[in-house]
């Protein structure tokens, strides 16, 4: 079913194409919840409410972008309110994984290179899990402005708005954020794939 | 201007990459970065990291709904007024 045939029956209310919007956009969906929440309950409520709210407004999707990009922003609202709703663990520095300076100004450890490029690295799902895992493991306020802007293609304003901040908080989160991403997955691509 | 230290370099990675550095300061970063092979990796691997989240990301979305989950919208909107 195309894209119009699609935004016709929304507005119509038409269970079917509800439910090849279901079908079709739900899994790719799902992988944006998990990558916000962890939690699979969590993330599989946010899409399931995420739909519902979809459904409650679709008189307002206009068609001038497309229904998957409504359908996202929908779903990383759901997410991000399900973030707030957390109950608050007191946050982990990202300190200790900024890189660290001597004196003088000069870097305070040797980098040393990547043994392959990152795309070939990258094509095993060892690596790929990997680096998930390294997302997962940064202090959430960095964590979600990197998957918004990075992972989810948000602009830093829409990110603003989204986590209720400035566009100059957003892009130093998003600095710190690929700083310490870079902290973690570094000892495993210098060296470590034989 | 003259060059960068390395803590400047990092810091003004992100603007680097999104082409927003001063003219000045480009010429700065430029200059310590011709120079310094440590800021040279480091930059590059700042650039490698974006495209690894990226990269690892971008087929968690190509598997299928789980049918119970289509099955619990479907039955969640079933109670929903069609109005």
Sequence with gaps: ?194 | MTDLCCREVSEFLMEYFDNTLPEDVHAGFHGHVATCQNCRVFLEQYRETIVAGQMACKDEGAADCPEDLVRAVMTALGKEPKA
């Design chain 1, 1 to 194: 079913m195309n894209e119009a045939a699609l935004t016709a029956g929304l507005r119509a209310v038409d269970e079917q194409v509800f439910e090849t919007l279901v079908r079709t956009y739900g899994g790719r969906l799902l992988a944006v919840a998990r990558r916000m929440l962890h939690e699979e309950e969590d993330a599989r409520d946010a899409v399931q409410e995420a739909f519902i709210n979809a459904f409650r407004s679709r008189h307002t999707f206009k068609g001038d972008a497309q229904i998957s990009t409504w359908l996202h922003s929908i779903v990383v609202n759901v997410a991000l309110m399900k973030l707030r709703t957390r109950r608050r663990k007191p946050e982990e520095s990202i300190q200790d994984f900024l890189p660290r300076f001597l004196p003088d100004e000069h870097h305070a450890e040797h980098f040393p290179s990547w043994t392959e490029p990152v795309d070939v690295a990258l094509s095993r799902k060892e690596t790929a899990d990997m680096v998930r895992k390294a997302i997962e493991a940064l202090p959430e306020t960095y964590r979600t402005v990197v998957l918004l802007r990075d992972i989810e293609g948000l602009s830093t304003e829409e990110t603003a708005t989204l986590v209720d901040t400035t566009p100059n908080a957003v892009k130093i989160r998003l600095h710190r954020g690929r700083l310490a991403l870079r902290t973690l997955i570094a000892p495993h691509l210098a060296g470590a794939h034989a």
